[in-house]
Nanobody, 115 residues
């Protein structure tokens, strides 16, 4: 069983920055993919960014150039550095681990960007 715990959300003004962290524990295969998704009120959950164990990244067009995903050396931690935040970035952000063909999710952390 895998558990994911996120931290780092909060309230920030437009133009500000936040850094999200997520740590996975349990039975984790090293060749996994970790990522961040978000869900705004009344909208479907959407991809923000993913990163493979080899460091290959993928970003949603809406965050390219503003957000950076990275991993810790132990490969069970993923970070999301969010710069130039906009009110449209307001959502609950979820950490995701794709491990041996199975998806695991964290409980989510709220990010609110005020205008």
């Amino acid at each position: 069983q895998v558990q994911l715990v996120e931290s780092g959300g909060g309230l920030v003004q437009a133009g500000g920055s936040l850094r999200l962290s997520c740590t996975a524990s349990g039975s984790i295969f090293r060749f996994n993919v970790m990522g961040w998704y978000r869900q705004a009120p009344g909208k479907q959950r959407e991809l923000v960014a993913t990163i493979t164990a080899a460091g290959v990244t993928n970003y949603a067009d809406s965050v390219k150039g503003r957000f950076t995903i990275s991993r810790g050396s132990a490969l069970n931690t993923v970070y999301l550095q969010m710069n130039s935040l906009e009110p449209a970035d307001t959502a609950v952000y979820y950490c995701n681990l794709l491990n041996l063909g199975r998806n695991s999710w964290g409980g989510g952390t709220q990010v609110t960007v005020s205008s």
